[in-house]
């Protein structure tokens, strides 16, 4: 069996597993591999907001516009599409790209044709809101998790990497998400300082940056049900998706209270905005022992672990994985664009002077 | 906020805690302490096992005996009585007695009133069944957990120690049991070798003894609501109750599949037999692990979790409690008397002899 932590991130430890060397996990399960040139990923949501069927088209020719500028020179690797409404009651698509070289992101986001259009005043005058966040784990500072071997098939972060681990030990326990990730071997991953309004204001539209503190904490957690059979469509739609949904409107309404930012339940659309059968969680944390808290002890969520552990055996062509990330603090951008003040980050960020007056 | 860790018994780590040292709990819980010269305590489980009202006479004879003899000299500090059918249809009676010297205990075990009866063939051609389950964790191998602070109402090992502490951090996570142990902070509270038949033939009735392995971990976990006011009393009875005997009788019926090797259910009686407003779990395992693992994955016990966690707010009078320990192979000993062979440890026990081979 294999280790989640590959082998070129293993170190010394200063802080221990939660489970003994001799842990057996139930069933098995699989992570992404990659070698050792990967040293820090880029994730970049860009996300355009909208309200009225009317707005749909510019929206959606806005989200093609940032695919076109994904495939720039220097662009994502990998990206995929979604859409969601918000308990605002806004439409929302988001494009995100994946990156294997920091370095070539940058390049990528000071391209003429990246900050050109995303600085241009027209953005503000398109009637409709933009966001981009975005976050670039180093690769002690995520994990990922997958219920199916077949590497070619991994989306989000795995897309980008070199392939499958072996079924791996650290799983089906509460904390071996955290065990999973090379930095908790001798980091806590404890959060610093508050998300900070940086410039902007929230209320009044226009352009408003934030700035994550260290260790702020991202789960991309998705279910694809594109290639099920009819059994297990049924299983999915009817006894999972129903508790999945209520444990993230939980999270959407009531993140303050537990810690998280921002949750956004989101599904899979084509370049034509059709709906696919795929949907993904995209939650930021203040800290991964929050988010630890709530799935571990949350009722909403603990149904969806128990419907997840009874069916399980059951899954053949209905695939689930997540991603989890921890960021430095400068390793964050989170920016917005004429969105309204609940969107993303900006509804939890605090005026950083008077947060220090 | 206390450790659950009584200052005395804190140690250079070898390894760390699950929760960093910022974790704050959500509600306050308490355990018990004892001074520096509690350095080992005793539990006695003896049991009365028959079958038919018309045996009931002389097992409750045979409790009020064993009563007797734990007021002797050199006898148990305080003890308690419980009824409970097992899944074979058989009445079972259990008393308790806890020691905080094993010296004293020792001597009282090998007094001529106490070895005398136990040990005399009468005993065989009582037409009832007797066990006893005695276990002696050291002050660094168990934790105790309670909703109160009035430690002079402490069930349990509770009982025998001097007070309560503080509100302690090590609780509401999985994994706190683990990290209120003492013992925890340098090893990881692993099984060695098997549970034995060293003497006697279960199916044959008579007298058999077993011996246990290191680590064998036992949980008592109880329930209180004799103090209720009738809210709390239909709150308990009518949500608490029920998903907690779904759980215990999962446990005991299907042990071996999650590696408990023995679950009772019992309710609390008087020296005449009464039943009273108390009940508690005796749960023995082959390891803490299986215990933890069972406890944060089981639809079972997460339903008994989830359930606690919504009516703790409103608890008042219901008082709930636990105490784990883990055990050196030495510090154990199972006798049965013409106990039916799926009794207490006899389930699970393997011939010594033919594992050696």
């Known amino acids: 069996m294999d280790s989640a932590i590959d082998a070129h991130l293993v ?13 057996q996990p139930p069933f098995p399960l699989w992570v992404a591999r990659a070698s050792q040139d990967l040293t820090q990923v880029v994730m970049a949501y860009f996300g355009v907001q909208y309200q009225g069927e009317e707005k749909k088209p510019a929206a959606m020719a806005a989200l093609r516009k940032i695919v076109e500028l994904f495939k720039a020179e220097n662009g994502a690797l990998h990206y995929d599409l979604t859409h969601h409404v918000d308990n605002q009651g806004y439409d929302n698509l988001i494009a995100v790209g994946y990156w294997r070289d920091p370095g070539a992101h940058c390049r990528w986001l000071r391209s003429q044709a990246v900050s050109g259009w995303w600085d241009s005043d027209e953005r503000l005058a398109d009637g ?36 499958a681990s072996g079924d791996i030990q650290e799983h089906a ?32 539209g226009g352009r408003v940056k934030i700035r994550g503190h260290d260790n702020v904490a991202l789960i991309r957690s998705g279910q694809n049900w594109s290639a099920a059979d009819e059994d297990e469509r049924t299983l999915y739609l009817g006894e999972m998706e129903p508790p999945l949904r209520q444990g993230m409107d939980f999270l959407r309404d009531n993140g303050p209270a537990v810690g998280c930012y921002s949750n956004r339940y989101v599904q899979n659309i084509d370049l034509d905005g059709n709906l696919l059968d795929e949907t993904y969680c995209i939650g930021y944390w203040r800290s991964l022992a929050l ?15 128990v419907t997840f552990f009874r069916v399980i055996a059951g ?41 220090a007056a």
Chains 1, 2 share one sequence.
């Open 11 to 23: 170190c010394p430890r200063k802080l221990s597993r939660r489970v003994a060397d001799d842990y």
């Open 291 to 305: 988010l630890e808290r709530w799935a571990e002890s949350h009722p909403s969520h603990l149904k969806i672990f």
């Open 315 to 355: 899954m053949q062509k209905l695939s689930l994985y997540h991603e989890v990330s921890v960021f430095d603090a400068g390793d964050q951008l989170y920016e917005y664009i004429n969105c309204h003040p609940q969107t993303g980050m900006m509804r939890d960020a605090v005026m950083a002077v008077a947060e």
């Open 173 to 204: 326990y509460w904390g071996s998400m955290r065990d999973r990730i090379p930095l908790s071997q001798t980091d806590w991953l404890q959060p610093s300082g508050t998300l900070d309004l940086i410039s902007g204001d929230p209320q009044a």
């Open 128 to 163: 409709i809101g933009y966001f981009r966040e975005i976050v670039s784990p180093r690769a002690e500072q995520f994990e990922t998790l997958y219920t199916h071997t077949d590497a070619s098939k991994y989306p989000g972060v795995g897309a980008i990497m070199d392939g």
